[in-house]
Protein backbone atom coordinates (compact mmCIF):
# COMPACT_ATOMS: atom_id res chain seq x y z
CA UNK A 1 0.00 0.00 0.00
CA UNK A 2 1.08 3.99 -0.33
CA UNK A 3 2.04 5.32 3.13
CA UNK A 4 2.07 8.99 1.37
CA UNK A 5 4.35 11.14 -0.40
CA UNK A 6 6.31 11.77 2.86
CA UNK A 7 6.78 8.51 3.95
CA UNK A 8 7.87 7.58 0.47
CA UNK A 9 10.66 10.32 0.49
CA UNK A 10 12.46 8.93 4.27
CA UNK A 11 12.45 5.50 2.67
CA UNK A 12 13.55 6.38 -0.88
CA UNK A 13 17.25 4.57 -1.61
CA UNK A 14 17.69 2.64 1.98
CA UNK A 15 19.01 -0.75 2.61
CA UNK A 16 16.53 -3.61 4.79
CA UNK A 17 17.73 -6.69 6.14
CA UNK A 18 14.99 -8.84 6.90
CA UNK A 19 15.76 -12.43 8.58
CA UNK A 20 13.09 -15.07 8.10
CA UNK A 21 11.99 -13.83 4.69
CA UNK A 22 11.34 -17.12 2.86
CA UNK A 23 7.88 -16.82 4.42
CA UNK A 24 4.94 -15.25 6.44
CA UNK A 25 5.18 -11.90 7.91
CA UNK A 26 9.10 -11.91 6.81
CA UNK A 27 8.37 -12.62 2.99
CA UNK A 28 5.69 -10.37 3.47
CA UNK A 29 7.45 -7.58 4.56
CA UNK A 30 10.07 -8.07 2.28
CA UNK A 31 7.28 -7.38 -1.06
CA UNK A 32 5.26 -4.24 1.21
CA UNK A 33 9.03 -2.30 1.19
CA UNK A 34 9.19 -3.21 -2.32
CA UNK A 35 5.87 -2.06 -3.09
CA UNK A 36 6.23 0.92 -0.79
CA UNK A 37 9.26 2.49 -1.86
CA UNK A 38 7.83 2.03 -5.29
CA UNK A 39 11.19 -0.02 -6.20
CA UNK A 40 13.53 2.70 -4.71
CA UNK A 41 15.04 0.20 -2.32
CA UNK A 42 17.57 -2.03 -1.54
CA UNK A 43 16.68 -5.73 0.44
CA UNK A 44 18.53 -7.88 2.41
CA UNK A 45 16.76 -11.22 2.85
CA UNK A 46 18.39 -14.28 4.67
CA UNK A 47 16.65 -17.65 6.01
CA UNK A 48 17.77 -21.55 5.45
CA UNK A 49 15.41 -22.41 2.85
CA UNK A 50 17.53 -20.58 -0.20
CA UNK A 51 15.19 -21.83 -2.93
CA UNK A 52 12.15 -20.37 -1.85
CA UNK A 53 14.59 -16.64 -1.45
CA UNK A 54 15.15 -17.43 -4.93
CA UNK A 55 11.57 -17.66 -6.15
CA UNK A 56 10.77 -14.27 -4.02
CA UNK A 57 13.71 -12.23 -5.74
CA UNK A 58 12.12 -13.28 -9.05
CA UNK A 59 9.01 -12.09 -8.07
CA UNK A 60 9.98 -8.75 -6.85
CA UNK A 61 12.62 -8.56 -9.60
CA UNK A 62 9.10 -8.82 -12.54
CA UNK A 63 7.12 -6.24 -10.00
CA UNK A 64 9.83 -4.07 -9.30
CA UNK A 65 12.60 -3.88 -11.99
CA UNK A 66 14.63 -1.20 -10.31
CA UNK A 67 14.56 -3.10 -6.98
CA UNK A 68 18.18 -4.40 -5.25
CA UNK A 69 17.65 -7.45 -3.62
CA UNK A 70 20.44 -9.74 -2.52
CA UNK A 71 19.81 -12.95 -1.12
CA UNK A 72 21.33 -15.43 1.28
CA UNK A 73 21.35 -18.65 2.99
CA UNK A 74 21.76 -17.62 6.70
CA UNK A 75 21.09 -19.62 9.92
CA UNK A 76 20.78 -17.20 12.45
CA UNK A 77 20.86 -19.61 15.21
CA UNK A 78 24.46 -20.90 13.82
CA UNK A 79 26.96 -18.72 15.89
CA UNK A 80 29.73 -17.29 13.96
CA UNK A 81 27.95 -17.31 10.79
CA UNK A 82 26.35 -13.38 10.99
CA UNK A 83 29.45 -11.39 11.25
CA UNK A 84 30.82 -13.19 8.13
CA UNK A 85 28.06 -13.37 6.64
CA UNK A 86 27.85 -9.10 6.48
CA UNK A 87 31.14 -8.55 6.18
CA UNK A 88 31.06 -10.69 2.98
CA UNK A 89 28.16 -8.28 1.85
CA UNK A 90 28.58 -6.24 -1.15
CA UNK A 91 29.87 -2.99 -0.94
CA UNK A 92 26.47 -1.71 -2.02
CA UNK A 93 24.40 -4.05 0.41
CA UNK A 94 26.90 -2.76 3.44
CA UNK A 95 25.12 0.16 4.70
CA UNK A 96 21.95 -0.80 6.34
CA UNK A 97 19.41 1.23 7.50
CA UNK A 98 16.61 -0.86 8.66
CA UNK A 99 16.92 -4.13 10.28
CA UNK A 100 13.97 -6.31 10.51
CA UNK A 101 14.67 -9.30 13.20
CA UNK A 102 12.03 -11.30 12.16
CA UNK A 103 13.43 -15.04 12.08
CA UNK A 104 11.84 -17.13 15.33
CA UNK A 105 9.65 -20.32 15.89
CA UNK A 106 7.79 -22.41 18.35
CA UNK A 107 8.22 -25.82 18.05
CA UNK A 108 5.51 -28.43 19.93
CA UNK A 109 3.31 -27.92 22.77
CA UNK A 110 4.93 -30.15 25.51
CA UNK A 111 4.82 -29.33 28.88
CA UNK A 112 8.03 -28.62 31.35
CA UNK A 113 9.25 -31.99 32.10
CA UNK A 114 8.72 -33.28 28.73
CA UNK A 115 10.24 -30.68 26.01
CA UNK A 116 12.74 -32.42 24.05
CA UNK A 117 16.16 -30.46 24.74
CA UNK A 118 16.61 -30.27 20.65
CA UNK A 119 13.66 -27.85 20.69
CA UNK A 120 14.66 -26.08 23.82
CA UNK A 121 17.84 -25.65 22.21
CA UNK A 122 17.16 -24.92 18.24
CA UNK A 123 14.41 -22.09 20.07
CA UNK A 124 16.34 -20.19 22.26
CA UNK A 125 19.61 -20.18 19.30
CA UNK A 126 17.09 -18.80 16.84
CA UNK A 127 14.56 -16.56 18.57
CA UNK A 128 16.88 -15.09 21.34
CA UNK A 129 20.54 -15.74 20.86
CA UNK A 130 20.09 -15.53 16.83
CA UNK A 131 18.35 -12.20 17.24
CA UNK A 132 20.96 -11.02 19.58
CA UNK A 133 23.85 -12.23 17.50
CA UNK A 134 22.43 -10.02 14.33
CA UNK A 135 21.27 -7.14 16.19
CA UNK A 136 25.18 -7.00 17.97
CA UNK A 137 26.76 -7.08 14.37
CA UNK A 138 24.82 -4.39 12.37
CA UNK A 139 24.57 -2.13 15.57
CA UNK A 140 27.87 -0.56 14.89
CA UNK A 141 26.78 0.03 11.18
CA UNK A 142 23.90 2.20 12.90
CA UNK A 143 25.97 4.17 15.47
CA UNK A 144 28.68 4.89 12.90
CA UNK A 145 26.22 7.26 11.32
CA UNK A 146 23.98 8.03 14.43
CA UNK A 147 21.09 6.41 12.59
CA UNK A 148 19.23 3.49 11.62
CA UNK A 149 15.96 1.20 12.86
CA UNK A 150 15.92 -2.08 14.38
CA UNK A 151 12.37 -3.85 14.32
CA UNK A 152 12.79 -6.97 16.75
CA UNK A 153 9.13 -9.45 16.43
CA UNK A 154 7.92 -10.03 19.28
CA UNK A 155 4.65 -11.63 20.51
CA UNK A 156 1.82 -11.92 22.30
CA UNK A 157 3.38 -14.73 23.98
CA UNK A 158 6.26 -12.38 25.21
CA UNK A 159 3.71 -10.80 27.66
CA UNK A 160 0.96 -13.42 28.28
CA UNK A 161 2.77 -16.73 28.95
CA UNK A 162 0.82 -19.86 28.37
CA UNK A 163 1.04 -23.96 29.21
CA UNK A 164 2.58 -25.75 26.80
CA UNK A 165 4.41 -22.44 25.55
CA UNK A 166 7.17 -21.92 28.59
CA UNK A 167 9.76 -21.78 25.86
CA UNK A 168 8.44 -20.43 23.31
CA UNK A 169 7.02 -17.48 26.03
CA UNK A 170 10.23 -17.22 27.62
CA UNK A 171 11.84 -16.68 24.47
CA UNK A 172 9.72 -14.06 23.55
CA UNK A 173 9.40 -12.46 27.17
CA UNK A 174 13.75 -12.66 26.51
CA UNK A 175 13.22 -10.46 23.26
CA UNK A 176 11.26 -8.21 24.70
CA UNK A 177 13.78 -7.56 27.48
CA UNK A 178 16.85 -7.33 24.92
CA UNK A 179 14.84 -4.99 23.27
CA UNK A 180 13.73 -2.72 25.94
CA UNK A 181 17.35 -2.13 27.40
CA UNK A 182 18.19 -1.60 23.93
CA UNK A 183 16.08 1.02 23.48
CA UNK A 184 16.98 2.42 26.99
CA UNK A 185 20.67 1.95 25.89
CA UNK A 186 20.63 4.14 22.73
CA UNK A 187 18.58 6.91 24.02
CA UNK A 188 21.12 9.49 23.06
CA UNK A 189 20.92 8.13 19.03
CA UNK A 190 19.19 8.83 16.47
CA UNK A 191 18.68 5.21 16.36
CA UNK A 192 14.90 3.61 17.28
CA UNK A 193 14.20 0.40 18.98
CA UNK A 194 11.21 -1.04 17.72
CA UNK A 195 9.36 -4.16 19.06
CA UNK A 196 5.67 -5.14 16.83
CA UNK A 197 3.89 -7.83 19.06
CA UNK A 198 1.30 -9.77 17.05
CA UNK A 199 -1.01 -12.16 18.42
CA UNK A 200 -2.68 -15.20 15.93
CA UNK A 201 -0.74 -14.74 12.17
CA UNK A 202 -1.85 -17.34 9.95
CA UNK A 203 1.78 -18.50 7.89
CA UNK A 204 3.55 -21.79 8.54
CA UNK A 205 4.34 -20.69 12.32
CA UNK A 206 1.86 -23.59 12.94
CA UNK A 207 3.67 -25.78 10.58
CA UNK A 208 6.79 -25.41 11.97
CA UNK A 209 4.97 -25.83 14.97
CA UNK A 210 3.27 -29.24 14.85
CA UNK A 211 6.34 -30.70 13.24
CA UNK A 212 4.82 -30.23 9.44
CA UNK A 213 1.59 -31.87 10.74
CA UNK A 214 -0.43 -29.56 7.96
CA UNK A 215 -4.14 -30.69 9.88
CA UNK A 216 -2.97 -29.63 13.24
CA UNK A 217 -1.72 -26.40 12.04
CA UNK A 218 -4.76 -26.16 9.89
CA UNK A 219 -6.91 -26.46 13.37
CA UNK A 220 -5.07 -24.00 14.95
CA UNK A 221 -7.01 -21.18 12.56
CA UNK A 222 -10.19 -22.79 12.37
CA UNK A 223 -13.11 -21.12 13.24
CA UNK A 224 -11.32 -17.79 13.75
CA UNK A 225 -10.17 -14.49 11.67
CA UNK A 226 -6.01 -14.46 12.18
CA UNK A 227 -4.31 -11.76 10.99
CA UNK A 228 -1.97 -12.43 7.77
CA UNK A 229 1.96 -11.60 6.89
CA UNK A 230 0.50 -8.51 4.96
CA UNK A 231 -1.10 -7.29 8.21
CA UNK A 232 1.95 -7.29 10.23
CA UNK A 233 4.30 -5.93 7.33
CA UNK A 234 2.01 -3.15 7.04
CA UNK A 235 2.50 -1.96 10.70
CA UNK A 236 6.54 -2.38 10.02
CA UNK A 237 7.12 -0.41 7.16
CA UNK A 238 4.28 2.17 8.80
CA UNK A 239 6.96 1.94 11.82
CA UNK A 240 10.21 2.38 10.05
CA UNK A 241 8.42 5.24 7.88
CA UNK A 242 7.55 7.78 10.72
CA UNK A 243 9.15 11.32 11.27
CA UNK A 244 12.72 10.55 12.91
CA UNK A 245 11.38 12.57 16.11
CA UNK A 246 8.66 9.61 16.59
CA UNK A 247 9.84 6.41 18.11
CA UNK A 248 6.75 3.39 17.79
CA UNK A 249 8.02 1.50 20.70
CA UNK A 250 5.62 -1.58 20.90
CA UNK A 251 2.94 -2.40 19.13
CA UNK A 252 0.41 -5.14 20.67
CA UNK A 253 -1.56 -6.53 17.22
CA UNK A 254 -4.58 -9.03 17.51
CA UNK A 255 -6.73 -9.95 15.00
CA UNK A 256 -10.10 -8.40 15.70
CA UNK A 257 -11.36 -11.99 17.99
CA UNK A 258 -8.53 -12.16 19.70
CA UNK A 259 -7.86 -9.99 23.50
CA UNK A 260 -4.91 -12.40 25.09
CA UNK A 261 -2.68 -14.92 24.50
CA UNK A 262 -5.18 -17.53 22.62
CA UNK A 263 -5.00 -20.47 24.65
CA UNK A 264 -7.68 -22.63 27.13
CA UNK A 265 -6.26 -22.14 30.86
CA UNK A 266 -8.62 -24.51 32.65
CA UNK A 267 -8.23 -28.01 34.85
CA UNK A 268 -8.16 -30.90 32.91
P1 LIG B 1 6.99 -18.61 9.39
O1 LIG B 1 7.29 -19.99 9.87
O2 LIG B 1 6.10 -18.43 8.21
O3 LIG B 1 8.35 -17.81 9.11
C1 LIG B 1 9.48 -17.96 9.92
C2 LIG B 1 10.70 -17.52 9.15
O4 LIG B 1 11.85 -17.68 10.00
C3 LIG B 1 10.93 -18.35 7.91
O5 LIG B 1 11.33 -17.50 6.86
C4 LIG B 1 12.07 -19.26 8.31
O6 LIG B 1 12.85 -19.57 7.16
C5 LIG B 1 12.84 -18.37 9.26
N1 LIG B 1 13.73 -19.11 10.14
C6 LIG B 1 13.42 -20.10 11.01
N2 LIG B 1 14.53 -20.55 11.61
C7 LIG B 1 15.57 -19.84 11.10
C8 LIG B 1 16.96 -19.82 11.32
N3 LIG B 1 17.53 -20.65 12.20
N4 LIG B 1 17.74 -18.97 10.60
C9 LIG B 1 17.17 -18.12 9.72
N5 LIG B 1 15.86 -18.07 9.47
C10 LIG B 1 15.07 -18.92 10.15
O7 LIG B 1 6.39 -17.85 10.65
P2 LIG B 1 6.02 -16.31 10.90
O8 LIG B 1 6.18 -15.52 9.68
O9 LIG B 1 4.72 -16.30 11.57
O10 LIG B 1 7.12 -15.95 11.98
C11 LIG B 1 7.93 -14.79 11.90
C12 LIG B 1 8.14 -14.24 13.29
O11 LIG B 1 6.88 -13.83 13.82
C13 LIG B 1 8.70 -15.25 14.30
O12 LIG B 1 9.66 -14.58 15.10
C14 LIG B 1 7.48 -15.62 15.14
O13 LIG B 1 7.84 -16.03 16.43
C15 LIG B 1 6.75 -14.29 15.15
N6 LIG B 1 5.34 -14.35 15.49
C16 LIG B 1 4.48 -15.14 14.77
C17 LIG B 1 3.14 -15.18 15.11
C18 LIG B 1 2.17 -16.08 14.42
O14 LIG B 1 1.06 -16.31 14.96
N7 LIG B 1 2.47 -16.56 13.21
C19 LIG B 1 2.61 -14.35 16.22
C20 LIG B 1 3.61 -13.58 16.90
C21 LIG B 1 4.92 -13.57 16.53
P3 LIG B 1 13.65 -20.93 6.89
O15 LIG B 1 12.84 -22.05 7.44
O16 LIG B 1 13.77 -20.92 5.40
O17 LIG B 1 14.96 -20.73 7.57
C1 LIG C 1 2.67 -16.64 18.18
C2 LIG C 1 1.39 -16.35 18.90
O1 LIG C 1 -0.20 -17.12 20.76
O2 LIG C 1 0.67 -18.81 19.21
O3 LIG C 1 3.68 -15.80 18.62
O4 LIG C 1 2.07 -17.87 20.91
S1 LIG C 1 0.99 -17.61 19.99
Known amino acids: MS ?8 IAGKTVFITGASSGIGKATALEYAEA ?10 AR ?10 ELNTKYP ?22 ELPTEFQDIDILVNNAGKALGNAKVGLIDEKDINETFDTNVLGLISITQ ?11 GDIVNIGSIAGRDAYPGGSIYCASKFAVRAFT ?3 RKELINTKIRVIEIQPGAVNTEFSTVRNYGDQSKADAVYKGR ?6 DIA ?16 ELLVFPSDQASASHVYKRE
Open 225 to 230: EPLYGE
Open 3 to 10: YGTKALQR
Open 180 to 182: ESL
Open 137 to 147: AVLPIFQKKNS
Open 234 to 249: ELIVFATTRNPNTVIA
Open 66 to 87: TLKTFIGKLDVSIKGSIKPFLS
Open 37 to 46: SQGNLKLILV
Open 49 to 58: RIEKLESLKN
